[in-house]
């Protein structure tokens, strides 16, 4: 006898808040992982192909990331990411200096950026549901 299946639960705040922290590092390892996988994909076919649609830019970031362990991930999981490097942090730690290789939106680029900061941000600090467990 086969069970009814329940409807697909579209995630909500309140879901998302009651993940687990292993949970949230492996939904951040599966997201890096495709970025890391497209990223690849673009230099290769940019060295397979011979014919370079490179549109280098420099942005420079405002910084979530408070702090020290989370600067360090955010920058090697720019520079780590192909295409990208995490080039200067202002004194402060408030602002990342980032080279694109492949970035001809500067707006989209920086956008991009700002998901994979909120994507550590969600995996690596302690979150409160609302019932108290982390």
């Given amino acids: 006898?086969?069970?009814?299946?329940?409807p697909?639960?579209?995630?909500?705040?309140?879901g998302r808040a009651r993940r687990s922290r292993p949970a949230r590092i492996a939904v951040l390892c599966g997201a890096?992982?495709?970025?890391?996988l497209r990223a690849n994909l673009t230099v290769a076919r940019v060295v397979v192909t011979g014919r370079?649609?490179?549109a280098?830019?420099?942005?420079?970031?405002?910084l979530r990331c408070r702090t020290p362990t989370e600067i360090a991930a955010?920058?090697?999981l720019i520079t780590l990411t192909p295409g990208t490097m995490a080039l200067a942090l202002s004194p402060d730690r408030a602002h990342l200096t980032?080279?694109?290789m492949h970035a001809p939106d500067l707006a989209a680029f920086r956008a991009d950026l700002g998901v994979l900061e909120d994507q550590l941000l969600d995996?690596?600090?302690?979150?409160?549901?609302?019932d108290g467990a982390d």
């Fill in 8 to 14: 697909a639960r579209v995630p909500t705040a309140v």
């Fill in 56 to 62: 280098p830019a420099v942005v420079e970031l405002e």
């Fill in 98 to 100: 980032v080279h694109g």
């Fill in 32 to 36: 890096y992982l495709l970025r890391f």
């Fill in 52 to 54: 370079p649609p490179l």
């Fill in 74 to 76: 955010f920058m090697g």
């Fill in 123 to 130: 995996a690596v600090r302690p979150r409160r549901a609302p």
């Fill in 1 to 6: 006898m086969s069970r009814p299946v329940a």
